[in-house]
């Protein structure tokens, strides 16, 4: 079946611009991770979406980082006034369900360029 | 904090060669997952493993909980095997994120 997709797959933005990414999990996934990924780096947790709720935004690094999955299954990564330090791959992952023991897939990623 | 460590950070490999790259986690995990991150950023899931052993072709991998560590075998390598290899835990919590290591940058020559 379909994997977890995302989009655009690059998005180059001039510092000061916002940039909206998204998120098509698995379908049926409860369970939705937003990672980022510095260069030469392991992905870093940003926000953990169970169903429509946000239950753990710990790892947004500013206010200037709002996510969002209202109805349970698309979500949206939103980045404000974006900055040079924003710049990284943004990965999306669910799972099929809430608890600690499940496997979670990864989309390919969105590389965000900024200027 | 939790920190996942993994070794070596970078491995150069003959076609055909052997490897076992290794993931030492500081705390208890509820799972445990390795990933190819393919030349194209693709994070690949190879194995779910929170104890036990496990094999799929000429990748296999063991995790020994109560020593806090997994080991990921890869034989008879081939050069579709270069990219880097991640392994991370979920500690569980309210959260279930998954805690990343550094990697291990594999590469293979034909």
């Known amino acids: 079946g379909a994997g977890v997709s995302q989009s655009p797959r690059y998005k180059v933005a001039k510092r000061g611009q916002d940039v909206a990414l998204r998120c098509d999990p698995i379908s049926g996934h409860v369970s939705l991770f937003w990672y980022q990924q510095a260069l030469g780096q392991g992905p870093e947790f940003l926000t953990y979406?169970?169903?429509?709720?946000?239950?753990?935004k710990s790892g947004l690094p500013s206010d200037r980082f709002f996510a969002e999955r209202p109805e349970g299954s698309v979500s949206t990564l939103k980045i404000q006034r974006t900055q040079q330090e924003d710049s990284a791959v943004y990965l999306c992952?669910?799972?099929?369900?809430?608890?600690?023991?499940?496997?979670?897939?990864f989309g390919p990623g969105t590389r965000l360029t900024v200027l | 904090g939790i920190q996942v460590e993994q070794s070596p950070p970078d491995l150069i490999l003959q076609e055909g060669a052997n490897s076992t790259l290794r993931c030492n986690f500081s705390?208890?995990?509820?799972?445990l997952q390795w990933f190819h991150q393919n030349p194209w950023g693709q994070l690949i899931n190879l194995f779910y493993?929170?104890?036990g052993t496990k094999q799929n072709g000429r990748l296999s991998a063991t995790t020994v909980a109560t020593e806090r560590y997994s080991l990921l075998y890869i034989s008879s390598s081939q050069t579709t095997d270069s990219g880097v290899y991640f392994c991370a835990g979920n500690y569980g919590g309210a959260t279930n994120k998954l805690i990343f290591g550094t990697g291990t940058l594999l590469a293979v020559q034909p």
């Open positions: 979406f169970q169903n429509e709720a946000q239950l753990d």
């Open positions: 705390d208890s995990v509820n799972n």
């Open positions: 493993i929170p104890s």
């Open positions: 992952a669910s799972s099929p369900t809430r608890t600690a023991f499940d496997t979670q897939y």
